[in-house]
């Protein structure tokens, strides 16, 4: 389980997201300049990256490691930028999480915060670690972190200095996630939301405080602890938060948290790891033991109505998909990469295997990048008419489960025991 974010104002940035083109989905109040990278997946939480400078190559020629820092423990979590700084996180010894924080154009510390704070997973999913997991997220002052142990940590950006923590399981007298905390935090203009406390929970982002707490779930080890991390839309009901719990895909009421819709969604062991993704009245998703499926959402005097518009055998495991016209492209539970129809739900193409577990996924214009688990760079033509890849590029040599980072006109790309800034030239 890898990694893997005021009403009126999230109303009209999902609104002009939705006008905007149907490709382009939720929307959170984090700044969106396109020289940073704010959040999980991007400012957007979509994996789309702006601009339209990415070549068609992928050699010395085309992109160029600036800098690397080479002393990094392990870290599920990907790295974010803000205009100034990239973060990453870090698990120490079995027994400290550690934030650091470095000047995006020298490589150079700026700040590191740590804590104690580290937990053993179940052994059927101990294999690559039990390291951090949640990719945090930056807005203009803040860096929201959450830890394994159900915690999150609010520091000064500039400093690292702690502002506030909340400890989910002391608070609300819950168990431990059995995988920790996953959910990566999703920051508005005014508030926090995330997947922990064995629930959905909205914090005042400025003091910690908690607003409300939704869709609290039995605590047992196949169906506690959410994989996936929430996204804001606007979709029949309105502007609203989408959550994808191991058991359950729902619509959350912004304001009080109240289920506006909510649908089964059937995975192996509760693995719905996707983040869910919107498209036109509906969303997509995808679990490990389970099919792919758009569920459509219909907006009546009772209330918002959620059907299966169809479903396919098509199986997503840890990558979230990116989307490209009406067409979603995912890595497969079987190790390859798909294309799907989201307006029917067929398979357009699979590839080949590629020998891979992972993929993070980011799309600009028509190009994919993935960047695999083994530390394969690729960059992949986004067509409905086949699988192309157009360059590909070994960047490290450790293994790296963190999700691919394209900043403006950098890259920052996180392994097991590095961070490492490319930029195109």
Known sequence: MHPIHPVQSLAALAVAACLA?????????????????????GPARDGSAAG??????????????????????????????DAERVYTTETVDDSREVVRAFERASGD?????????????????????????????????????????????????????????????????????PFGC??????????VYIQAGA?????????????????????????????????????????????QSRTTLAGLNLADGA???????KAFRGTNVLTPTPYGSGVFTSA???????IELESSATGVQATRAWDSPMQGYMSSPVVVGSYAYIFLRSNRFGCIDLETGEEQWTSPPTGDSYWSLAVQGNRILSLSDT????????????????AERQVTERESWAHIAPAGRQLFVRSQGALVALAWK
């Open 288 to 294: 490990y033991g389970g099919r792919a499926q758009h």
């Open 375 to 390: 530390g394969m760079l690729r960059l992949v033509r986004a067509t409905p008419e086949q699988f192309e890849v157009l």
């Open 52 to 81: 339209s400078f990415w070549a068609d190559d992928l050699d010395d020629d085309a992109l160029t490691e600036t800098w690397r820092v080479d002393d990094l423990g392990p870290s599920y979590s990907g790295p974010i930028a």
């Open 182 to 191: 996953v959910s990566s935090p999703l920051v508005t203009d005014a508030h």
């Open 199 to 243: 629930g959905c929970v909205k914090l005042d982002k400025r003091t910690g405080d908690i607003v409300w707490r939704a869709m609290v779930d039995a605590g047992d080890i196949m169906s506690s602890g959410a994989f996936s991390s929430p996204i804001l839309a606007e979709l029949p009901g309105g502007a609203q938060l989408v959550v």
């Open 109 to 177: 510390e700026l700040w590191r915060t740590e804590w104690e704070g580290a937990m053993e997973v179940p052994f059927f999913a101990s294999r690559n670690g039990s390291w951090i997991r949640s990719t945090p997220a930056v807005d203009e002052e803040a860096l929201y972190v959450a830890g394994m142990r159900d915690v999150l940590e609010c520091l000064d950006a500039s400093t690292g200095d702690v502002r506030w923590s909340v400890n989910f399981a002391e608070r609300f007298d819950s168990e431990l996630p």
């Open 21 to 41: 083109a149907p490709s382009a989905h939720a929307q959170s109040d984090a700044p969106t300049v396109d020289a940073t990278w704010p959040n999980w997946r």
């Open 259 to 265: 289920v506006l819709w909510s649908t089964d969604v």
